[in-house]
């Protein structure tokens, strides 16, 4: 059974940094593309970085650029996403996905198959 268990989540003042963890079970993670999404109230979720486990290529939403960083560490299945210098509008739910392949092909949503059940993060300002 595929399991993805977030952590690290909390409450930040802008300016401020938090890490997330994804612990990564029930599937070979080698061969599986990993990100990390968000939702905040009343918007739709959105693509936040991505990283192939397979060759550790990374993409970002722009507006994470330059601040966030994902990162794995393939012998614990766990994946990781810094963030730094936070803004009130990252505010939101943050939620690890996975999906088969071993390089990514995208930050939307509907491609990824495995979903973990989220970290609530709150940047106030």
């Known amino acids: 059974q595929v399991q993805l268990v977030e952590s690290g989540g909390g409450s930040v003042q802008a300016g401020g940094s938090l890490k997330l963890s994804c612990a990564a079970s029930?599937?070979?993670?080698?061969?599986?593309?990993m990100g990390w999404f968000r939702q905040a109230p009343g918007k739709e979720r959105e693509g936040v970085a991505v990283?192939?486990?397979?060759?550790?290529?990374?993409y970002y939403a722009d507006s994470v650029k330059g601040r966030f960083t994902i990162s794995q560490d393939n012998a614990k299945n766990t994946l990781y996403l810094q963030m730094n210098s936070l803004k009130p509008e990252d505010t939101a739910m943050y939620y690890c996905?996975?999906?088969?392949?071993?390089?990514?092909?995208?930050?939307?949503?509907?491609?990824?198959?495995?979903w973990g059940q989220g970290t609530q993060v709150t940047v106030s300002s």
């Open positions: 029930g599937f070979t993670y080698s061969g599986h593309c």
């Open positions: 990283i192939s486990s397979g060759g550790g290529t990374t």
């Open positions: 996905a996975a999906t088969p392949g071993f390089y990514c092909l995208s930050l939307m949503t509907k491609d990824f198959r495995y």
